[in-house]
């Protein structure tokens, strides 16, 4: 498992683009029949993605954790952005459909994938951070999520916002998890953007369109960088950067946070005037 280690404000100024590229963006998550993990030490954050295609594939207890098993002190938030398919935790089954959540919680102590149909197989995209309270295994269809309309499209940024793992949703640790969907013709998320002290998080993006890219924005909010995204990567957010992207195409993205607390409204916002 790939080890990403946290990074200073005051050194990331002076990043050029291969450095930058190196330390916040995950590629090659998505590998057929493979879990591919990476630790990070914002928040203890572990991103992966689990691509069963011919077999199934259980979560292994990676040396790092220095646990008995990998939920031991964990939970997990799983999302599925491709075809159907199943998680298996602790021998009980969930089918788990494209846009569907799937939180479990400390404790558990087998967590498998497998795709419902080899020609269309599912891909897990996995969320997991230290807990210390055990919530209950829980499934959250995305007709189940609380959506929220944002933006319009005469600021390129209309977009529903669906949350599944946060205080008035999905009971978690510390554990924050959702993902927004732009509409045809808008690009922009996250504008005006905000930073959360109290919160690293991770963006994966999905749903690219071939030959399209991402320009994700992060840094203080004076010192601004940014990084071609491609699909199905995702890129790893300080609690001083601020998050947000452009595209050159309509696309959608998961959001994940962990940190001090579970209020999606706990940022701090930055006018867009204010960015440099």
């Known amino acids: 498992m790939k080890i990403l280690h946290s990074v200073h404000p005051e050194d990331f100024k002076a990043y050029q683009t291969e450095r930058i590229r190196d330390q916040f963006l995950l590629s090659n998550l998505v590998q057929a029949d493979t879990i591919n993990c990476v630790y990070t030490h914002y928040d203890r954050m572990i991103v992966g993605a689990a691509n069963p295609v011919n077999k ?104 529903i916002i669906n949350k599944y793992i946060y205080s008035d949703g999905i009971q978690s640790c510390q554990l924050v998890m959702g993902l927004t969907i732009l509409a045809t013709g808008s690009v922009w998320n996250t504008m005006p953007s905000h930073v959360h002290d109290r919160r690293m998080e991770a963006y994966f993006y999905f749903d690219v369109t071939p030959g399209s890219r991402i320009f994700h924005y992060m840094g203080e909010g004076q010192q601004t960088r940014h990084i071609l995204v491609d699909n199905n ?28 607390n579970l209020d999606y409204t706990d940022m701090d916002p930055l006018p867009v005037e204010d960015i440099r």
């Not at 964990?74 to 602790?90: H, L, P, T």
């Not at 001083?240 to 998961?254: C, L, R, V």
Request: neutral net charge; aromatic residues 10%; hydrophobic residues 35%.
């Open 233 to 260: 990567e995702a890129v790893v957010s300080p609690p001083w950067s601020i998050h947000s992207g452009s595209g050159t195409a309509s696309y959608s993205f998961i959001w994940g946070m962990a940190g001090e």
């Open 56 to 159: 199934t594939l259980e979560i292994e207890n990676y040396p790092n954790l220095r646990a008995d098993y990998f939920l031991q002190r964990r939970e997990i938030g799983i999302i599925n952005i491709a075809g159907d398919g199943e998680v298996i935790a602790d021998g009980k089954a969930y089918s788990v459909k494209k846009l569907d959540c799937l939180y479990i919680g400390k404790g558990v102590k087998s967590v498998s994938f497998k795709s419902s149909n080899a020609s269309s197989p599912a891909v897990f995209y996995l969320l997991s951070c230290p807990a210390h309270a055990v919530y209950p295994t829980t499934l959250m269809t995305n007709e189940g999520a609380t959506k929220v309309n944002l933006g319009h499209s005469s600021t390129a940024n209309e977009r």
